[in-house]
């Protein structure tokens, strides 16, 4: 196992534990009946909305029988699939399409991440970490993809 391999690894690894931390954070008010607003109503008597800020993580709306709850949590894991496969597989052209999708995913996960995470609300931890490790992910692969584009004319140069 390579260097580069171990790396996005880690990142892998990373990225699968920014899942425990808050993906955003929202300040608002708990309600009397122990509801999260935003904003206190008008008409609300003094002292019976307490501040309060809401964590949202990456499963609090995960639902087993929705395919888009399956896809958020994917974000999160498929690194880890890429590296399996990619490190078990013996196939060249498996290992050269895997290595074409991963600057892609990573780019497109850091960015679905973070787009769920800031709207409507302030990006936390979880949020940082993830796009953070996406980074380390995305510079290795595309390092790697980069070198095995430009070794592979010199092994036809000779041919």
């Known amino acids: 196992m390579g260097t580069q391999t171990r790396i996005k690894g880690l990142a892998a690894l990373l990225l699968l534990g920014s899942l425990a931390l808050p993906q955003s ?6 309600a009397p009946d122990g509801k999260f607003v935003a904003t206190i109503p008008r008409d609300a008597a003094p002292g019976t909305y307490q501040p309060m800020v809401q964590r949202d993580y990456a499963f609090d709306e995960f639902r087993v029988t929705e395919f888009g709850s399956w896809l958020r949590i994917a974000e999160f894991v ?29 780019l497109g996960s850091a960015y679905l991440i973070w787009f769920a995470a800031s709207l409507f609300a302030t990006p936390a931890a979880g949020a ?32």
Do not use: D, K, N
């Open 128 to 159: 940082y970490l993830a796009v953070s490790a996406l980074a380390i992910y995305f510079i290795t692969s595309a390092l790697e993809l980069w070198r095995s584009w430009r070794a592979r004319p010199a092994q036809f140069a000779g041919a």
């Open 25 to 30: 954070t929202c300040a608002g008010y708990r």
């Open 78 to 106: 498929w690194p880890l699939a890429f590296l399996a496969i990619t490190t078990r597989s013996r196939s060249a052209r498996l290992r050269a399409y895997f290595s074409v999708l991963e600057p892609v995913f990573a």
